[in-house]
C-alpha cells in the first residue's frame, strides 16, 4: 500500500509528504475526524514511511522496512486499540509502549507509537501518555488518532500537530466496498448514504434490506403505505425508521436547492423529484429536526410505538396524501 491507495484525504497527505521531504516530522501527530475514513491506514502508512530505507520517494513499499510495516508487523511499530467491554485503552497498554519506545529503535529510524482511539485512553493511561509526550524520547513518534475530539485531554492535543481529516466521497467509498466483495449495485446504493464513513455503510449494508423497505414505503402513496402497514414496535426498528426518514427529507431538501444528482437514494431519484415539488422546503427541514428530536427521546427510552406513530403523522402533514 502507497499513498496513493489511502483513498481520500489528499490534503492530509501532501501535508505529511511535505514535512518528510523536508524532514520536518513533529514527535506527535492526531488524526481527527469521523469514525470509518481511513485515519488509522493514514498513520500506518505515516509510520511506514518515516521508517522507509529508500534515498527516492518514501514509502517505497519495496525495502523490509516498508514491507514489515504493512503486515503491522515491525518490531519498532507499537499499535495500541481499545479493547475489553468498555472499549478502553488502559494505563498498562500505554505503559508497554511507553517502555519500549524508551529504547533505540531496534532496526527502523524510529520508534513509532500508533495510538488509535486517543479518546478512549482512560485518564490514567491519558496522563501516562502525557508525559512521555512532554519529553518524547529523540527516536520516538506518536501517531494518535480520533474520531471524538473534544473527548480529548487538552493537554495531549496541544502536545500533538493535529490533521483533520475529511470524510471520504461516495465514489471512494463505493470503490472500498467493492473491494471488500460488495456488489456493484449495492454499493452504488449504500454508499451515497454512508456520509463518507466505511464504517458507516458497513452498519448500513447489515440492515439493508429493512432500510430498503422503509424507503419504498416513503416512495410510496402515503395512505397505502403507511396504514396498511404495521408500524415498527421495537427500539433498533423505530430508530432505523427515524434515520431512514430522515435521510429521505434531507434528499428532499437537496434536490430542492441542488437537483436530484445529489441525491443519496438514487434509486428513487424519480420519485424524491416528485415529492420536493409538493413540499415546501423549509417545512422539510423543520420535519427533519423535529425527526432528530423524537431520536434523542427514543434513546432517552420514550415509547417506541408512540415515537413510531408521531413520527408517521410528522410524514402524514408534510407530505400530505397526494
Ligand atoms: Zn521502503
Known amino acids: 500500500m502507497a499513498w496513493s491507495d489511502v483513498r481520500g484525504h489528499e490534503l492530509t497527505k501532501r501535508v505529511l509528504q ?5 524532514g520536518r516530522v513533529p514527535n506527535a501527530y492526531l488524526f481527527a475526524g469521523p469514525e470509518g475514513i481511513g485515519k488509522r491506514r493514514l498513520a500506518l502508512e505515516m509510520a511506514k514511511a518515516m521508517n522507509c530505507l529508500s534515498d527516492g520517494s518514501r514509502p517505497c513499499d519495496a525495502c ?5 510495516f504493512a503486515r503491522e508487523a515491525h518490531p519498532d511499530l507499537h499499535l495500541v486499540v481499545p479493547s475489553g467491554a468498555s472499549e478502553q485503552i488502559k494505563i498498562d497498554d500505554v505503559r508497554q509502549v511507553i517502555g519500549r519506545v ?6 527502523a529510524r524510529l520508534q513509532v507509537a500508533v495510538i488509535d482511539g486517543a479518546d478512549r485512553l482512560t485518564d490514567e493511561a491519558a496522563n501516562s501518555l502525557l508525559k512521555v509526550l512532554e519529553e518524547p524520547p529523540a527516536g520516538a513518534r506518536f501517531l494518535l488518532t480520533t474520531s471524538r475530539l473534544a473527548f480529548c485531554l487538552p493537554t495531549i492535543t496541544s502536545r500533538c500537530q493535529i490533521l483533520r481529516c475529511m470524510p471520504l466521497s461516495s465514489p471512494d467509498v463505493q470503490s472500498l466496498l467493492v473491494e471488500q466483495g460488495v456488489d456493484q449495485a449495492t454499493a452504488a446504493s449504500v454508499a451515497p448514504l454512508a456520509g463518507g464513513s466505511v464504517k458507516a455503510a458497513q452498519e448500513l449494508l447489515e440492515r439493508w434490506e429493512d432500510r430498503r423497505r422503509i424507503a419504498s414505503r416513503l416512495a410510496g402513496p402515503p395512505i397505502a403505505g403507511w396504514f396498511e402497514q404495521p408500524l415498527p414496535e421495537t427500539r433498533q426498528d423505530v430508530a432505523e425508521l427515524l434515520e431512514e426518514m430522515t435521510a429521505w427529507l434531507r434528499d428532499l431538501a437537496v434536490i430542492g436547492a441542488a437537483g436530484p444528482s445529489h441525491a443519496a437514494h438514487r434509486d428513487h431519484a424519480e420519485t424524491l423529484v416528485r415529492q420536493s415539488r409538493a413540499i415546501d422546503v423549509e417545512r422539510c427541514v423543520q420535519t427533519a ?3 432528530v428530536e423524537l431520536r434523542e427521546s427514543l434513546q432517552r427510552y420514550a415509547n417506541p410505538r408512540v415515537v413510531a406513530s408521531l413520527a408517521r403523522e410528522k410524514w402524514l402533514s408534510l ?4
Open 319 to 322: 407530505v400530505g396524501t397526494s
Open 289 to 291: 429536526m423535529e425527526l
Open 102 to 107: 524508551q529504547l533505540r529503535p531496534f532496526n
Open 64 to 68: 523490509t522496512t516498508c514491507k514489515q
Open 18 to 22: 511535505a514535512q518528510l521531504a523536508a
